[in-house]
Nanobody
Framework: QVQLVESGGGLAQAGGSLRLSCLAS??????????MGWYRQAPGKQRELVAA??????VNYADSVKERFTLSRDNTRTVSLQMNNLKPEDTAIYYC?????????WGQGTQVTVSS
């Protein structure tokens, strides 16, 4: 069983910062992790990729967050998303995602709310 333990999130004002972290725990070999990252889903919208890092270290960002968000891989099982210059349109539930050679996993989600 694989669990994605998310932390961070909460409420911020426009222009502020928040940091999200995700730890993959449970019965999974680090070598089987192909990609980890964060998605988000705003009310009434589809879930979308925010940022993800491959096992090779390549990071992909959504155009809407480039130069504001930074994804880092703290170790083979932990990724962190530093979110700066937050905007009200960043308000959403953020989900950690892990893709491995044996399946894909999701965290339970953490709310990020940005007030104007």
């Amino acid at each position: 069983q694989v669990q994605l333990v998310e932390s961070g999130g909460g409420l911020a004002q426009a222009g502020g910062s928040l940091r999200l972290s995700c730890l993959a725990s449970g019965s999974i070999f680090s070598s089987s992790i192909m990609r980890m990252g964060w998605y988000r889903q705003a009310p009434g919208k589809q879930r979308e990729l925010v940022a993800a890092v491959t096992r090779g270290g390549i990071v992909n960002y959504a155009d809407s967050v480039k130069e504001r968000f930074t994804l880092s891989r703290d170790n083979t099982r932990t990724v962190s998303l530093q979110m700066n210059n937050l905007k009200p349109e960043d308000t959403a539930i953020y989900y950690c995602n892990l893709e491995s050679t044996v399946g894909a996993y999701w965290g339970q989600g953490t709310q990020v709310t940005v007030s104007s």
